[in-house]
């Protein structure tokens, strides 16, 4: 059986438009994403109200209580501002999948209709999920597209931290999704042929990892002893902390090996 996914709250910002406008207002979408023994709730930022979000729940006749994994597109509080009306579930971001206090890492093959996918560009923690379901492939990307096909182009997202990355990141995603739900706005189809393309690997069981250590976002090596304390996904190597960090102090340790 495929997954489900399902918008359990439209989206909407005016911050291409608010200099016009004097305010900034920004909600992001909130979808719910079911496969298998998974309930899912993507990107539960902010909200004039948390009772909005409970409701829709409620309309799905689920509770707060019933997710297990939330999971964050990228690090910018309009879309996580929410995490913590989900006491029980998991959280699922870029630097891995958290339980209480702990992580590991999470596999590009999620569960055998969900795949996580890095895309960069708007935030450097961005990663999208391209999920299989019965009306093709939704890519659930957070603000690689804020709205249908908006902002035209890369250069126009003022918060965009790389441009080009993020160009490559929405080339990906219209090669692999049938439908796109963007950061704030309502699902669109991307126009993609009906042909599946062999890179999407949507509905291929989970390949096992060694999940007590995972490997290196960047270098690939497994991690073990040499995993950063503050950035988990990295060994000590790849680090990405400068020389002032107190808590991991990887830098100092990268530079010992030199």
Request: aromatic share 6%; with cysteine.
């Amino acid at each position: 059986m495929k997954a489900q996914v399902k918008i359990l709250i439209e989206g909407c910002t005016n911050a291409d438009s608010v200099v016009a406008t004097g305010e900034e207002r920004t909600r992001p979408t909130i979808t719910l994403v079911k496969d298998n023994d998974i309930i899912m709730v993507v990107d539960p930022g902010t909200l004039e109200s948390q009772q909005l979000l409970v409701d829709a729940l409620r309309k799905e006749n689920l509770t707060v209580g019933d997710i297990d994994v939330v999971c964050i597109t990228h690090s910018h509080i309009d879309h996580y501002r929410n995490i913590g009306m989900f006491p029980k579930a998991k959280t699922l971001e870029f630097y891995g999948l958290w339980d209480k206090e702990s992580v590991e890492s999470w596999s590009e093959n999620f569960s055998a209709s969900i795949k996580i996918i890095h895309t960069p560009g708007h935030d450097n923690t961005g990663i999208t999920l391209l999920v299989d379901t019965n009306e093709g492939v939704v890519a659930i990307c957070g603000d690689v597209f804020w709205k249908e096909n908006h902002p035209e182009k890369p250069q126009d997202d003022a918060y965009a931290l790389d441009p080009q990355k993020l160009q490559d990141s929405r080339d990906s995603i219209l090669k692999m999704a049938d439908w796109v739900i963007p950061g704030h706005g309502k699902m669109y189809k991307t126009g993609r042929t009906a042909e599946k393309t062999a890179d999407t690997n949507i509905g291929v069981p989970m390949k096992k990892e060694p999940r007590a250590n995972g490997k290196c976002r960047k270098c690939g090596n497994l991690l073990g002893k040499d995993r950063c304390v503050c950035r988990p996904r990295l060994c000590f190597r790849c680090c990405e902390c400068g020389m002032d960090c107190d808590l991991c102090g990887c830098s100092h340790k990268n530079k010992s090996t030199l």
